[in-house]
């Protein structure tokens, strides 16, 4: 019988994208704008679990309506500076990643400020057979509703992520991605629940492992 399409969900930041390197130029010109960086980091985390846009973050600062438009206009411009922003060996690991497998990009925030920093990965959307925004709902939510293949698999660095789909589609392999310079919080399912890797020469390791494996289990399998 003839082995399923191997699917791979790919998460953006954290996983391929050092967004901290990519909004230092916000946060500097922010910071310009005579904003505590106590301030400018409460709401930055308030809105990374809700969905992130310049424009909220703004306006939660007391920026005014007329100030807002500028200052988005020029935070974009600066989005275009993604590509140099990957986490190392990014752009050669999904070169060889997209030829195992069919890969589709899922990103969960405000789908405007998610598509300027793919609009600067443009180098990599050849590789990439769609490109999900995820606006108001877990990545799991949307995953679970495609045709139960145990040749599937996710890599996030959000361990809220991983625990969603190991609840609505466990038949998905869970990857953690834990890069030392995204400095994420360990998790009591890390290397039980799902696997991790710390870079990219790891992760495409695993999915090469991924690929000459049976990938039939529906729950967690080291490989």
């Not at 130029?25 to 910071?31: E, K």
């Not at 809105?47 to 310049?54: D, M």
Request: charged share 25%; aromatic share 10%.
């Amino acid at each position: 019988m003839e082995r399923s399409t191997i699917r791979g969900f790919m998460d953006l930041d954290g996983t391929l994208l050092d967004w901290k390197r990519l909004f230092v130029f916000v946060y500097s010109d922010m910071l310009s704008r005579g904003h505590s960086c106590t301030r400018i980091d409460e709401t930055l985390e308030e809105l990374n679990r809700t969905g992130y846009s310049f424009a909220t973050h703004l306006s939660l600062l007391g920026e005014s309506e007329s100030s807002i438009q500028v200052l988005v206009d020029r935070y974009r411009r600066n989005m275009f500076r993604a590509y140099d922003c990957l986490l190392p060996g990014v752009p050669e690991m999904i070169v060889k990643i997209a030829s195992m497998a069919e890969l589709t990009l899922i990103t969960f925030g405000d789908a405007s400020y998610q598509r300027m920093k793919w609009d600067g990965l443009v180098k990599l959307h050849r590789y990439f057979r769609q490109t999900i925004f995820v606006g108001s709902d877990t990545k799991a939510a949307v995953i679970s509703t495609y045709p139960v293949n145990s040749r599937t698999f996710l890599v996030d660095d959000s361990s809220r992520e991983l625990c969603a789909m190991l609840e609505l589609a466990p038949w998905v392999r869970r990857v953690r991605m834990m890069h030392p310079d995204m400095q994420v919080q360990p998790h009591e399912f890390d290397g039980v629940e799902w696997d991790v890797v710390k870079s990219a020469a790891e992760l495409l390791e695993w999915v090469r492992h991924f690929v000459h494996s049976e990938g039939a289990d529906n729950g967690h399998q080291k490989v």
